[in-house]
């Protein structure tokens, strides 16, 4: 019988503590606001004209707006940023004396710019490629 009693009064705590565990009321987490975190946004912009960076009022300078990573694909230099700070302004420059012109505003310098080029003893050609709507629109 003694170790009946010495079993009911180290069952009696731990009684008391279960009771005492279930009564006590769950608190639900309050609900916060709910919030949505984008892991990609997708941001698009026209690419048009921009004034790069580099630009000053004596030597201005036009880029085409275009994503950093389709400026350089397409050859081109990062001069700035455009479209509300998402895109780059992409200079296009071509040095050769020959080469192909794809892209709006290109800017051709001469091979030994910005030294002088005596063009009488080298002939630059340069084909340009037709835009979207297959028309040139100025040189």
Do not use: H, W
Request: hydrophobic share 40%; proline share 4%; glycine share 12%.
């Amino acid at each position: 019988m003694i170790l009946g009693e010495e079993m009911k009064r180290q069952l009696i705590p731990l009684l008391l503590l279960v009771l005492t565990i279930n009564t006590i009321p769950c608190m639900a987490a309050a609900p916060k606001d709910a919030r949505l975190i984008s892991l990609l946004n997708v941001v698009t912009f026209q690419n048009s004209a921009c004034a790069a960076a580099s630009s000053t009022v004596s030597n201005p300078i036009q880029g085409t707006c275009f994503s950093a990573g389709e400026c350089g694909a397409m050859g081109g230099r990062v001069d700035g940023t455009c479209a509300s700070g998402f895109g780059a302004c992409c200079v296009f420059t071509l040095t050769a004396c020959t080469g192909s012109i794809a892209n709006n505003c290109t800017y051709i310098m001469n091979p030994g710019s910005p030294g002088n080029f005596n063009g009488m003893d080298n002939m630059c050609r340069y084909t340009f490629a037709q835009g979207n709507g297959g028309n040139l629109l100025y040189l």
